[in-house]
Structure formats: C-alpha cells, structure tokens
C-alpha cells in the first residue's frame, strides 16, 4: 500500500498562490506518475498536472504558464505551485501516485483550494 499525505490548501485571493505538497510513503515503486488532480463542486474530477519520476511534466491548458509541478525523488515529495490563481481554480486538490500503466493508482484524501473573487 501507499500513503499519501497532502498540504498547503487554503483560501486566497484572486491573482494569489498557493503551493501544494504531497508526501509518499509506504510500498512504493521506482516508476511511477506522480500527479494532482481537482474536483469542484458538480463536476468530474480532473487532471491538473503530472511529472514522472524521470521529471516528465504534462498540464493541463487551464492551468499552463500558471502552476508549476516539481518533485523530490529523495524525499518522494510532489509539489504544485500555483499563481495566479482564479476563482475557476477553486476545488479539492487530490495527490495521485501511480504506475506508468496506469494499473496501480492511490490517492490522498484531498486538500481545499478555494479562491475568492
């Protein structure tokens, strides 16, 4: 099993930041995806960013030129910077570990970002 443990939501502004972190730990496998996803009210959760643990990053268009995913292999530790931040960002952040297939996933329990217009 893995354990995820995630940090950093809270409230904000309009235009301000917030980073996110998620620690690892447990049983866990040396290719992996480590990624966030979001799920706002009504809606479907969705992708934000992933990174590979060869520093392979995808993002989404929503969220492009604004937030940044990083990770530190050692410390098996991803983090999400997010700036300029939108009321549309507003949603439950949730960490992801998974393999490359895709077959073995995990989640933290999910972390509020809410920003005020």
């Known amino acids: 099993q893995v354990q995820l443990v995630e940090s950093g939501g809270g409230s904000v502004q309009a235009g301000g930041s917030l980073r996110l972190s998620c620690a690892a730990s447990g049983s866990l496998f040396s290719n992996n995806v480590m990624g966030w996803y979001r799920q706002a009210p009504g809606k479907q959760r969705e992708s934000v960013a992933t990174?590979?643990?060869?520093?392979?990053?995808n993002y989404a268009d929503s969220v492009k030129g604004r937030f940044t995913i990083s990770r530190d292999n050692a410390k098996n530790t991803v983090y999400l910077q997010m700036n300029s931040l939108k009321p549309e960002d507003t949603a439950v952040y949730y960490c992801n570990f998974a393999s490359y297939s895709g077959k073995r996933g995990y989640w933290g329990q999910g972390t509020q970002v809410t920003v005020s217009s």
């Open positions: 990174i590979t643990n060869d520093g392979n990053t």
